[in-house]
T-cell receptor, first 114, second 115 residues
Framework: GAGVSQSPRYKVAKRGQDVALRCDPI?????LFWYQQALGQGPEFLTYFQNEAQLDKSGLPSDRFFAERPEGSVSTLKIQRTQQEDSAVYLCASSPWTQDNEQFFGPGTRLTVL | AQSVSQHNHHVILSEAASLELGCNYSYGGTVNLFWYVQYPGQHLQLLLK??????LVKGIKGFEAEFIKSKFSFNLRKPSVQWSDTAEYFCAVNRVTGGGNKLTFGTGTQLKVEL
């Protein structure tokens, strides 16, 4: 079946612009995660949804970062007034509602802020 | 704060050599442990996972890992690497109690296998 998809794959933004990154999880997956991966680092947790409920947003680095999943499927990560330090790969992962909490990752969106 | 350490950032091996990549974590409670791999140009894929039971777990492509609770370690091994194993390898930990479902990753190990 189809895996997790993300769009766009690449995004270049001028500092101060707003961006929106989309994630389509695997159909039927209840849990959805966003991670940020800076160059040379491992992914770092941003936020987590169970269906449409955002249960954990402890990893969001500032109030410029906002995520939503209004219907419990597609999710959007929005970054307002982008800064150079926001340049990274943003990864989305989804997981079924089972005790097995393996997360399935998408290809990521590479954001470059100039 | 929970952290995950991968001690080898870059490893270069010849084909058929044995591989061991170290992973240590700092959390003392019950954890689930994972190794993910990212091949060039591809997304993160699960290699293997440990939830409970036999501490020696086997994954895809001949990889295995051993959970040693007393050492807070989950090292990845493969007896004989192939050129196609060239990739970046990430260890990840999930706290079963109080940590939600999020994964904490190590910084990754870049493995290059030479012919």
């Amino acid at each position: 079946g189809a895996g997790v998809s993300q769009s766009p794959r690449y995004k270049v933004a001028k500092r101060g612009q707003d961006v929106a990154l989309r994630c389509d999880p695997i159909s039927g997956h209840v849990s959805l995660f966003w991670y940020q991966q800076a160059l040379g680092q491992g992914p770092e947790f941003l936020t987590y949804f169970q269906n449409e409920a955002q249960l954990d947003k402890s990893g969001l680095p500032s109030d410029r970062f906002f995520a939503e999943r209004p219907e419990g499927s597609v999710s959007t990560l929005k970054i307002q007034r982008t800064q150079q330090e926001d340049s990274a790969v943003y990864l989305c992962a989804s997981s079924p509602w089972t005790q097995d909490n393996e997360q399935f990752f998408g290809p990521g969106t590479r954001l470059t802020v100039l | 704060a929970q952290s995950v350490s991968q001690h080898n950032h870059h490893v270069i091996l010849s084909e058929a050599a044995s591989l061991e990549l170290g992973c240590n974590y700092s959390y003392g409670g019950t954890v689930n442990l994972f190794w993910y791999v990212q091949y060039p140009g591809q997304h993160l894929q699960l290699l293997l996972k440990y939830f409970s039971g036999d501490p020696l777990v086997k994954g895809i492509k001949g990889f295995e890992a051993e959970f040693i609770k007393s050492k807070f370690s989950f090292n990845l091994r493969k007896p004989s690497v192939q050129w196609s194993d060239t990739a970046e390898y990430f260890c990840a930990v999930n706290r079963v109690t109080g940590g939600g479902n999020k994964l904490t990753f190590g910084t990754g190990t870049q493995l290059k296998v030479e012919l």
